[in-house]
């Protein structure tokens, strides 16, 4: 047993029991470094990733291997989704030295921090070009005893061109419609027209570049945007890369075509597309999106949400394969012709196979296929897929599971939030609205911590325990628009107040003074370079994400120290929207609710009136972008505590549920009739 045993990850868990002497990070690892004289070896990954099991059973689990790790380096693991700041500062250099980046994620670095040598996955023997594992290290050694000069050297000028990359974005000015129209152009460029998506492979989700895509169309009208967005979903939701029997999205398609993906399920991922498709549907009443939005939304409350409430960070791609008994990727969701013939029978088992595009040579391993949805699949009663999927998905949790990582992550966590909140509101379904308000109650509960006098947002915890590790920007930002989604859903103004305290903090601890934004806090710990990315990777980045939240707090309440902030963060987003839109994507969202206002809209009536009901859910169905929304029974002021500013001295008209609709300081004619409020607020589907 080694010094992982007793932590909150469930990724460092995994290596508790390895011969290799980990440490976690931490300041005791690096003196230990130099109390030894020997360079540390660091080894980046998390729960849920297939080539960081790989390595570990390769060269983790090996007694050789792990002894001469033990021998020459002081080893500390780190779980890159308790600490991203860590991950994001080294990702930086092995990207600068090698060009690529990924994990697990391998780097030698001094006992001072400062790294020499960087790499990704290395295997057991030599293969594709690629020096061992073992080679690596005893390359790694040489060099540290017999050239330490040039290892110091090496070290001194990669921490040197890590602190010149400061990024002066923040000093541009506001993004406006002409800048959205160059990056729209740009992103057709990018656009995949025959498979959907951006890019070829390997294909993810443009989840954010996506929601930019939906808002520019409700501010501008331009078809080519929706077309694009409604495309791409439907492609991945006829793909592989969507469990067609339980639901949600895997991490990524290894093809361009969605096919085949890699089986790994975050919450982050299926948080932003279950939303995605909702706001889809939003638009165009696609039934498809609809069917989508929920089936993920079920899925994440299904096998994601813990004991405590929250949702859990991801499932595994890899389970056993009960016919070797070996754990392999993708072993849980594959199918052959016989395995469906064997569960449906023969007339059904052929049915499926054709509906499903399983076939006898496979489009996976060993003959087995991903369940997709062909274009040219045979056309079937609903009723009777419905059951043929039941049947499957019955069969199927027979299997060996994936493994879960338990973990709940504050940012994670918000972005469900919204999404289950939104769906609960757009479908009907006050189980998922009862569901992420449990969510929020566990962030609020277990994340929110005061203690020295100092109050905090925790990056994580697990099984109720709050880990050690403290929240970055993405923490701040993504639980603040979780809660202002859920504020406008629920009309309870408590989630405006805790959304309020999070972006104050966000102003207080993480702004620079161009206006700029830090993933850290001023007062977190310091490494080589304190990490400061606008570009969002899977989910948004930190910085687009609390600019979003800032700029709907500053909706809802009139601040204009809020306002002031969220557009001189977006500055960034003129800066890099016409150059890169595919990574800036919530960025570009973000200042389509700028550009629109965004419009605050106050739904003045007793809860229980049904008319009061029927604005409300019209307010939230509209489609102007980031709108915000406040409900509620009028009142002499509306700033008490619990209680939405937007509702002050609105009156009713005619003694009805009236609603108040203003933008960019013009407020709309009040109105008690749900057709007009439509039309203030964009098209809606009933």
């Avoid at 001469?68 to 989704?81: A, G």
């Avoid at 331009?222 to 949600?248: F, H, K, N, S, V």
């Avoid at 399920?265 to 279950?274: E, G, P, Q, R, V």
């Avoid at 696609?286 to 089936?295: H, I, N, Q, T």
Wanted: include cysteine; proline fraction near 6%; charge should be negative.
């Amino acid at each position: 047993m080694n010094r992982l045993a007793g932590v909150t990850s469930p990724y460092l868990l995994q290596h508790a029991d390895n011969p290799v002497d980990w440490w976690p990070w931490g300041p005791e690892a690096f003196e230990e470094a130099q109390r030894r004289g020997v360079p540390v070896l660091l080894s980046v990954g998390y729960s849920a990733c297939h080539w960081c099991h790989v390595m570990a059973h390769e060269s983790f689990e090996d007694e050789l291997t792990a002894a001469y790790m033990n021998e020459h380096f002081v080893n500390i693991k780190v779980d890159r989704e308790e600490r991203p700041d860590v991950d994001a500062v080294y990702m930086e250099a092995v990207q600068a030295a090698t060009g690529q980046g990924g994990w697990p994620m391998t780097v030698f670095m001094t006992a001072d921090a400062e790294p020499f040598y960087f790499g990704t996955y290395f295997p057991p023997e030599p293969r594709h070009g690629m020096p061992s594992f073992m080679q690596v290290l005893e390359g790694v050694r040489a060099a540290w005893v017999g050239r330490r000069d040039e290892v110091a050297e090496v070290a001194g000028k990669v921490v040197q061109d890590l602190a010149g990359r400061q990024l002066e974005y923040g000093r541009a000015g506001v993004p406006g419609p002409e800048d959205q129209a160059r990056a729209l152009l740009a992103l057709t460029r990018e656009y995949d027209a025959r498979h959907g998506g951006f890019g070829g492979a390997p294909k993810f989700p443009p989840s954010m570049a996506l929601e930019f895509l939906l808002r520019h169309h409700a501010r501008t009208g331009a078809e080519g945007a929706l077309q694009m967005a409604a495309d791409t979903c439907e492609a991945m939701a006829r793909g592989g890369i969507y469990d067609q029997l339980g639901g949600g999205f895997a991490r990524y398609s290894v093809d361009r075509e969605w096919v085949v993906p890699h089986f790994e399920k975050m919450l982050y991922d299926n948080a932003l597309l279950c939303r995605v498709y909702a706001h889809l549907w939003r638009a165009t009443g696609s039934d498809l999106a609809r069917r989508v939005a929920l089936e993920t939304a079920d899925f994440m409350v299904r096998e994601l949400r813990t004991a405590q409430g929250g949702f859990a960070s991801a499932l595994d791609a890899d389970s056993e394969d009960p016919g070797s008994g070996r754990h392999v990727e993708g072993a849980y969701y594959v199918w052959t012709p016989a395995q469906l013939r064997e569960v449906l029978g023969d007339t059904d088992g052929e049915l499926a196979a054709a509906y499903f595009g399983v076939t006898e040579e496979g489009n996976f391993e060993h003959g087995t296929s991903v369940l997709r949805l062909p274009q040219d699949g045979p056309a079937v009663e609903a009723g009777r897929i419905a059951g043929i999927r039941e049947r499957l998905l019955a069969a199927r949790a027979g299997r060996p599971a994936p493994g879960r990582d338990d973990k709940v992550v504050a940012a994670w966590n918000g972005l469900a939030i919204a999404a289950l909140a939104e769906c609960g509101a757009f479908f009907e379904r006050p189980d998922l609205v009862e569901r992420a308000t449990e969510a929020a109650d566990l962030l609020v509960r277990v994340h929110f911590d005061a203690t020295a006098g100092k109050v905090r947002l925790g990056r994580i915890s697990k099984d109720g325990r709050a880990g050690g590790n403290a929240g970055v920007l993405e923490d701040y930002g993504d639980v603040a628009e979780g809660f202002l989604t859920l504020a406008g859903v629920t009309g309870e103004g408590v989630w405006l107040e805790f959304a309020g305290f999070l972006v104050d903090l966000v102003l207080d601890r993480f702004a620079a003074e161009d206006g700029s934004l830090y993933d850290t806090a001023h007062d977190a710990e310091r490494l080589i370079r304190r990490p400061q990315d606008p570009t969002d990777n899977a989910a948004p980045s930190g910085w687009t994400a609390a600019a979003g939240a800032l700029l709907s707090y500053a909706a809802h309440t009139g601040s204009e120290a809020h306002r002031t902030a969220a557009e001189r963060a977006l500055g960034v987003v003129q800066a890099l929207g016409p150059r890169v839109p595919r990574f800036i994507g919530h960025g570009l969202a973000v200042a389509e609710a700028l550009i629109d206002g965004p419009r605050e809209v106050a739904v003045a009536g007793h809860p229980e009136d049904p008319a009061t009901a029927a604005l409300h859910r019209t307010a939230l169905l509209g489609t102007a972008p980031g709108a915000v929304v406040a409900v509620g029974a009028p009142g002499p002021a509306g700033s008490g505590p619990g209680e939405f500013p937007l509702l002050a001295e609105r009156t009713l008209v005619r003694d009805l549920p009236t609603a108040y609709v203003c933008r960019h300081f013009v407020c709309a004619r009040p109105t008690t009739d749900p057709v007009e409020l439509a039309g203030q607020l964009g098209a809606v589907r009933s």
